[in-house]
């Protein structure tokens, strides 16, 4: 008699030895609970690098750059790991204070906040930010916004593609000027819910109107997945960068349906991989599983995938120094500079 059909394979007890994070994560994926999910995760990822035919999105969410994590973001652009990002307002702001020079600082969560409303320092959960250099990164985005021509609108993706050239020329090196220089897209549909609304505001009110067109933002979104070969993601966090990432799959069967007349049509993410600490009881987006996914059509039925409930700021720094570790690069990074010359 055979093995029945749930079972995956062995379990396989750890030695403590010496050994590299490529090889601990894979051999991670032969544990169990959240240990095994990223080691699958890891493995997941190999082999979404090593497709060539494939376009990955990386969405973003969370407090990362205050936690430290923006650099490692910002190495998985320039190594074109990723090929589209989609963050919030916050990831891409908050990187840019610390890239101009200023500091996040360690307390403690249970710091008296009156105590730090007193000396202006802004709380993110066990870190800080001095408000005042928090103003000046924001003054830098409102500069750049009284720079720009009046009366023209642009998508996210245009908006913040200027802003990395214009960062760039500064010597500001953050996500989205790396970005800039890989050609690599950044949309942000959340984008006034941060720094860059405060900059706006304060602009707007000194004359200066930036207009940011959301339809159009996301049309040029799902024009990239219409063209690419296949669909990938990899989402750390949720939340609205999750959904307009997804969304593209579901555009691509509308547009299939009423313009082409393919029924039945979907062009769903082939491999995705999320880090989350959000449950999918709650019925929220964020904690949404891979599975009901595929109820939408936004997951293949066959793709590679795996969610890892675990804090992005364990996950993501191993599973960068893994793919250093183990040498593993994208076999084939999107050509996207169609975009740049005439963004649809």
């Known amino acids: 008699m055979g093995e029945p059909g749930f079972i995956m394979g062995e379990v396989r007890s750890m030695d403590v030895k010496r050994r590299g994070l490529h090889e601990l994560l894979l051999e991670m994926g032969d544990t169990a609970f959240q240990g095994r999910s990223l080691g699958e995760a890891y493995r997941v990822l190999i082999d979404m690098f090593s497709d060539e035919d494939n376009l990955v999105f990386l969405g973003l969410a969370g407090s990362m750059s205050t936690a430290g994590m923006w650099r490692i973001i910002k190495w998985l652009i320039e190594e074109r790991y990723v090929d589209v990002v989609v963050s919030t307002g916050a990831i891409i702001s908050e990187d840019i204070y610390e890239a101009m020079g200023f500091k996040y600082y360690k307390t403690h969560p249970c710091v008296n906040d009156e105590e730090l409303l007193k000396y202006k320092y802004d709380r993110f959960y066990d870190?800080?930010?001095?408000?005042?250099?928090?103003?000046?990164?924001?003054?830098?985005?409102?500069?750049?916004?009284?720079?720009?021509?009046?009366?023209?609108p642009y998508s996210t993706a245009e908006f913040l593609h200027e802003f990395g050239r214009y960062l760039n020329e500064r010597g500001v090196d953050s996500i989205v000027a790396a970005a800039y220089r890989a050609g690599v897209p950044v949309f942000s549909p959340a984008l006034v819910d941060s720094g860059y609304g405060m900059a706006a505001v304060l602009a707007y009110r000194r004359g200066h109107r930036v207009v940011l067109d959301m339809v159009r933002d996301f049309h040029q979104l799902v024009e990239i997945g219409r063209r690419a070969g296949k669909l990938s993601a990899i989402y750390i966090g949720g939340g609205v960068p999750k959904d307009y990432v997804n969304l593209v799959t579901v555009a691509q069967t509308l547009i299939g349906e009423y313009e082409e007349g393919r029924h039945d049509y979907y062009k769903s993410l082939e491999y995705v991989v999320q880090f989350t600490t959000d449950a999918p009881q709650w019925g929220g987006l964020s904690g949404a599983t891979l599975e009901e996914a595929v109820s939408w059509g936004k997951v293949s039925p066959r793709a590679k995938k795996k969610v890892v409930y675990v804090d992005a700021t364990i996950a993501l720094p191993l599973i960068a120094h893994g793919l250093i570790d183990g040498g593993v690069r994208r076999r084939r990074p999107a050509d996207l500079s169609w975009f740049f010359r005439n963004p649809p």
């Open 127 to 152: 870190t800080v930010a001095s408000e005042e250099d928090y103003r000046k990164m924001e003054r830098l985005i409102q500069e750049f916004i009284e720079s720009l021509p009046a009366g023209r």
